[in-house]
């Protein structure tokens, strides 16, 4: 099967929204996709806000020999460090309260 790594088109008449998926490349635009890996909202004023990606998962399909549209490579190369970043700090916040609870419980007698 040959993946790719497009945008699918999920928006209405005058508002258009974008999934970023993985997709089979012979479905058709809005075809059946393998897994939704961000999504581009061209209609959002702050030209930052306007993309959203799970850089893990891209780089997964990517591993696997997935290929990547024009337009998406463009997001990738524009805002994938920044998704790299937030994806790091929620991945620490989420490990530091866990951590904090376990060494909390191991310190209480029972």
Request: glycine share 4%.
């Amino acid at each position: 099967m040959a993946v790719r790594i497009r945008m699918k088109l999920m928006g209405r008449k005058h508002r258009p929204f974008y999934r970023i998926v993985a997709i089979d490349s012979r479905q058709p635009r809005e075809g059946r996709e393998l897994e939704v890996l961000g999504s581009y909202d061209p209609m959002v004023k702050n030209t930052d806000d306007r993309v959203t990606l799970r850089p893990s998962r891209i780089k997964y399909w990517q591993s696997v020999g997935a290929k990547v549209s024009e337009k998406v490579q463009i997001f990738l190369n524009k805002y994938m460090k920044k998704w790299e970043e937030k994806e790091a700090q929620a991945a620490a916040s989420a490990t530091t309260p866990a951590a904090a609870a376990a060494t909390a419980d191991a310190g209480t007698p029972k």
